[in-house]
């Protein structure tokens, strides 16, 4: 039987169509990012958006290492767009939502309020978390199994808190009495609190929880814990960590040690910290965002992944102050860092 011509045409003209939009990326899809490339990126340029919280030492390396790692593995076929929420929820859900209409091919969301407010805005845009301590608690996941089932995965940087608690007893053997410091607006924090203060009671140490809603209350809840408690202990928190100096100048004159949850805010205003590398935690995220845009990974199935290796830190400075000295173990901090 022969076909005529113009059907001939109509059917090159809809097999063209549906060759294009195959190839439109990844932002409009559950099951993962853009369709597998024959080499590293192809001829496409993915476009990334990056919501960072607030600008401090452990969420810029984070970042950094994040954008190394896909610039490394696609060259020149990756386009970044920054930006800094300054410190606030809303800032980040206006870039988030921003990320959605330009129909960016992922989103990499920094720190917990970042991802929380990048999962509001999309659940069909491909997201990864870095510098979050429990996707469980931060996306309300009651029956967690290592991955969201969503169209989220990423990176934690949850240091072992059996090991963050044992550091109290190795800086102040007769601790009386520990302050637990957070803020109370962060999910991450309040997670770390309550399974620190379960390692606490094996260990047999008292603890309060002194906790700021924001930075306009961090001064005044420091204060009261440095009257009440003789060693201090403060998780991976945002807050806090914009806030070493206010910190600092009212524990360190007070001679009370602080174990921090991370090193830049043992650097700012603790003594000592079970360290990650937050530049290694986002270049893996870098490597989970390569599998989703390139090999078309659906983060729904990927396992949220943590650092690998901690490290024992002290601050020498800091010890000095308070006029201790660091257990056997430890290393100094840089003061680059």
Same mark, same amino acid.
């Given at each position: 039987?022969? $076909? ?18 195959? =190839?439109?990326? =990844?932002?409009?899809?559950?099951? /993962? ?8 990126? =192809? ?5 990334? /958006? ?9 969420? !810029? ?6 954008? !190394? ?14 930006? *800094?929420? %300054? =410190? ?5 859900? +206006?870039? #988030? ?14 720190? +917990?309020?970042?991802?929380?407010? &990048? ?10 978390? +870095? ?16 991955? +969201? ?31 637990? $410091? ?31 809603? !924001? ?25 806090? #960590? ?11 004159? &007070? ?7 991370? %090193? ?5 205003? /603790? ?17 989970? &965002? ?7 990974? *659906?983060?729904?199935?990927?396992? $949220?992944?943590?650092?690998? !290796? ?17 257990? #056997? ?9």
């Amino acid at each position: 039987m022969k $076909i005529s011509k113009k059907i001939l045409a109509a059917a090159m003209v809809a097999s063209l169509s549906m060759l294009t939009l195959a =190839g439109c990326g =990844g932002s409009t899809t559950t099951t /993962g990012g853009s369709a597998p490339a024959d080499t590293a990126g =192809g001829d496409q340029v993915y476009k990334v /958006g990056i919501v960072q919280l607030t600008e401090h030492k452990a969420l !810029d390396a984070a970042t950094k290492g994040f954008q !190394d790692a896909l610039k490394e593995k696609l060259q020149d076929n990756v386009e970044f767009d920054l930006q *800094n929420a %300054q =410190g606030e929820q809303t800032n980040c859900a +206006t870039i #988030a939502s921003g990320f959605v209409t330009d129909k960016v091919d992922l989103i990499m969301a920094n720190a +917990t309020p970042a991802l929380q407010a &990048a999962a509001a805005s999309t659940n069909e845009i491909p997201i990864l978390g +870095t510098s979050v301590t429990d996707y469980a608690s931060a996306l309300d996941i009651s029956d967690w199994s290592g991955k +969201t089932g969503k169209n989220i995965s990423g990176t934690s940087d949850l240091a072992p808190l059996e090991e963050q608690a044992a550091m109290i007893k190795e800086i102040k053997p007769d601790a009386q009495q520990v302050a637990l $410091i957070y803020c109370s607006s962060e999910a991450n924090s309040k997670y770390q609190i309550e399974n620190i203060e379960k390692e606490l009671d094996k260990l047999g140490l008292a603890y309060k929880e002194y906790s700021a809603a !924001d930075s306009n209350e961090v001064q005044s809840v420091v204060t009261k814990a440095s009257t009440e408690c003789d060693v201090a202990y403060i998780p991976t928190d945002n807050v806090m #960590a914009d806030n070493t100096g206010i910190i600092s100048n009212i524990l360190a004159p &007070a001679k009370i040690p602080v174990v921090a949850g991370e %090193q830049s805010i043992c650097a700012g205003c /603790g003594t000592v910290t079970l360290s990650i590398d937050y530049y290694e935690l986002g270049y893996a995220t870098g490597e989970q &965002a390569y599998e989703i845009l390139v090999n078309g990974k *659906n983060p729904a199935d990927m396992e $949220i992944e943590t650092a690998k !290796d901690v490290t024992k830190l002290y601050n020498e400075e800091n010890c000095k102050a308070i006029g201790i000295e660091a257990p #056997a173990g430890y290393e100094p901090i840089e003061k680059s860092e």
